[in-house]
Structures are given as C-alpha cells and as structure tokens.
C-alpha cells in the first residue's frame, strides 16, 4: 500500500506542476494582452470549493477530475466542448476584453504560450542538470557482449558477432564513443542500420526508422560495450563480499577460463548458481585465488519463469568520462536535449500512424505515475530529467490538430486568418465535439493499456 501512495504522490507532483506550468503560459499571455480569465484550474470540470479561492477577477481552482487543466477566458460564445471540460462561467465582461475581440495573432500567441512554456520548462531543467553534472560520455565503441535473446528479429545477424568486435560507423557516420553507437542507432533517419566494424564484415538491419523500441532494444539491451573486468563495486550480504574480494580486483579468469572483459566473467558466473568456482584476480600486482558460491537467483527478479542464474554481487567499475559545462555548453546541452526528446515524440506519432509502433504501447497516468515512482527512487536528478521529458510530451501532443487541443484551436485561428473572418458557429461545435470524442478515446485507451500493463505478468 505504501508503495501504491507513493506512486500517487509522485503522479500527483509531477502531472500537478507540468499542468501547471502549461495553463501559467496560457494565462501569462492571457493577461499580456488583457483578455478575461474567468478561472485557472488543475483538473478539468466543475472546481472543488474547498480547493478555490479569487483574486481579483480570476478563480484558482482545483477541480474535480484531476486529469490535466484549463484557463477559462472570457468568450462570446461557450463551445460546448470547453463547456464540458471547463463548466459555465457568468461575469459581466466589458466586451473589448472577450477573446474573440483579440487580433488573430494575439490569440495564436495566447493559444501557443502553454506549449511554448513546457517547451521552456524542458530546455530549463536538462540545461540546469547539464551544468551540475556535466557531460557523461563511454568512450568505447566495441561491443562487450551481444545479448542475443533481447535482439530484435531484424537484427539477429548480430548474433554471430564475437565479443571485442570494434563498431566503426553507423550509417555513414564514424562513431567516437558509446553514445554515438546509441544515437545512431536510435534516432538515424534512415530504414536500416548499416554496421561497419574494424575487422567483420558490415551488417546490414532492415529496420525501419519508426521502429523505436526495437530500435531501442538493440541500442541499450542487446549490444553492450565492453567494460573491463574491473570490480567497482560490491553489494551486501552477496557472496562476492563474504569471500574476500574488493573493489579494483581485475579478474582475470573463472575456473581457468580465461576473462577478457566483464561480460565473460558474467556469464561463467551465471552458468554456476550454487557450484563454488575459482576466481583468479590480480589484486596490487599481484595474482589472488578466491573461492566463492553464486548465490541462485531468477534472472529477472520476481519474474516466476525467468531461468534460475548464479550471482555474486558485483558491479563493474565505470569508465565514463565526465565533461564539465559551463553555462553556455549547458544551455546548448539542454536545448539539444530538448529538441531530441521532442524528436522522439514527433517519431513515435509518425510511427503509431504508419503502424510502425503499436497502439498497446501508448500510455496514460498509471504509467506516467510507474515511471515517476521509480524515477524519484532513483534520485531527484532523474526525476527532475524524467518531468522535463514528460514536458516535452504535453507540449508535442498539444500541438497535434485536433480540435480541444492547442494545435486544433491554432490551426482554427489559422483558417480564420486567411478567410478574414470566424469560422460559423455551427462548423466550431461540430469539429470542438468530433475533437472531443477524439481526445476521450485516446485517453480510453491510454487507461485499458495501463491497466493491461499492470495485470500482466
């Protein structure tokens, strides 16, 4: 139970403050160009009374239904979908102060400040955790290990490659480190990978740019560097521990295999659950024999049908390097950030309309709220990381042109512009309901997926 409150704290602070920072965009250019607002809200439909309060001309309201929020302006004619969303608001507006009396590019600028705000929101937070931690960066570009039961079926050719293969370009692009490997391959523009390496043939993986998880599983689960067998760690209460062995022992065989790097030791050790094996290490310069027991776990904790494997507990040291960043350097940091993480949202629409990426794999605020939970966890640095990507989404998904959303209402002012006058109002009800009935659809199913999600194995 109180791991299922943490999480709702969490889905709470994160969608609370983006939702926030969205509406404060709309209401900052609101005012800007001295239109009435009626109401400020967290949530959508009526307010709660207990949670709102006025000042001045302007209601703060939580409301009922704590799924995004809204700014009510003063209008000339309530659209039935905002009624919905909103509920009624009755003022006495002096009419100059409406939002139809604004000129058309003050309303556009009125609609898009909410994403303009997430936007900034993201760019603020990457670029600020940017300056803190700088650069890290794994100057490695040879694979370590190929996990062969997490590559996609395009790229099972991989399989065959042997450990300490050195990738020199991907797609044309030479690559210096890891994280070259892992862009290339995740955010290339092309419908394959082409794989050259230092001393195999080149692969070539028919898979298409929209592709992304599977594009992101070979990425980040099925090809690892190489890491050195280097112990940088070691966890309580494991076997590892109890033996003798210590931080910066470099292994150097298993039961006399002979170790090239962390992945061999991994898999020798794993082949042993509760068999005692010799460890041979060079400890100072000097070579050191420690006889130790992998404890019998499941491979994938809490997963009944995973394989039984041996562990020890131990983590390899790590060879990143870290980069400082000044203020500039961070500022450029996270706008790339950002303008990467919005790439990969705009990808994955693409890639839901062209069937590329299923529809099972869109998400509502039960994954949101996962995510989060297991983010704060981790740290507020990636919580922090994880909002501003979440930013990102809104700020995307608002400016898809669908009516009740951003995009539709900017794309409505568009047509409006041109045509030098207001669309009839029996056409605005017509597309504000057909957006409506949208949006409550791809939310139906953001829910059923999550509930899925939460009821599967």
Do not use: C
Request: charged share 15%; proline share 6%; no cysteine.
């Amino acid at each position: 139970m109180s791991n299922v409150l943490f999480t709702i704290a969490i889905l709470a602070v994160v969608l609370g403050v983006l939702v926030f920072v969205h509406e404060l965009g709309h209401f900052l250019a609101a005012k800007l160009f001295r239109v009435w607002v009626h109401r400020f809200a967290i949530g959508i439909g009526k307010p709660v009374p207990w949670l709102s309060f006025r000042s001045g001309e302007t209601e703060w309201a939580i409301a009922w239904l704590p799924l995004g929020g809204y700014v009510k302006m003063a209008s000339r004619e309530e659209d039935p979908a905002a009624s919905v969303l909103e509920g009624h608001s009755a003022a006495d507006v002096p009419p100059d102060r409406v939002f139809e009396a604004k000129p058309v590019w003050q309303r556009m600028v009125i609609i898009l400040a909410g994403v303009t705000l997430n936007a900034l929101f993201a760019w603020l937070v990457f670029s600020g955790l940017a300056w803190k931690n700088g650069r890290h960066i794994n100057p490695t570009t040879t694979i370590g290990h190929v996990n062969a039961r997490r590559l996609p079926t395009e790229a099972k050719e991989l399989a065959s490659l042997p450990n300490g293969t050195r990738i020199v370009s991907i797609n044309g692009h030479a690559v210096a480190s890891w994280d070259d490997v892992v862009e290339q391959i995740t955010a290339s523009s092309e419908n394959s990978i082409d794989l050259t390496f230092a001393a195999h043939p080149a692969i070539v993986i028919p898979l298409h740019r929209d592709a992304l998880l599977q594009r992101a599983q070979l990425a980040t689960e099925a090809l690892e560097p190489l890491q050195p067998a280097v112990i940088g760690s070691l966890a309580a209460g494991y076997p590892g521990l109890r033996a003798g062995l210590a931080m910066g022992d470099s292994i150097i065989a298993v039961d006399s295999f002979p170790v090239a790097m962390w992945s061999d030791a991994v898999e020798r050790i794993k082949a042993s659950a509760g068999r005692q094996i010799a460890l041979g290490v060079i400890r100072k310069g000097n070579s050191v024999t420690v006889l130790v027991t992998p404890r019998a776990e499941r491979e994938v904790p809490g997963d009944s049908m995973s394989a039984m494997v041996g562990r020890i507990g131990l983590a390899p040291k790590s060879y990143y390097q870290t980069v400082s960043l000044g203020p500039l350097g961070a500022l450029q940091a996270g706008f790339q950030a950002t303008v990467d993480a919005a790439g990969t949202i705009f990808r994955t629409i693409r890639g839901l309309l062209s069937r590329n990426v299923s529809i099972d794999n869109v998400g509502g605020p039960i994954l949101i709220g996962q995510m989060a939970a297991q983010q704060a966890r981790e740290g507020f640095d990636n919580l922090l990381a994880f909002m501003a990507i979440i930013s990102i989404n809104l700020a995307v998904v608002n400016l898809l042109p669908i009516p009740v959303l951003d995009g539709g209402a900017f794309l409505i002012l568009l047509v409006e512009g041109i045509i030098r006058r207001p669309l009839p109002g029996k056409l605005r009800e017509a597309v504000s309901l057909v957006g409506l009935a949208l949006v409550i659809l791809l939310m139906v199913v953001a829910f059923k997926n999550d509930i899925v999600r939460m009821l599967s194995p």
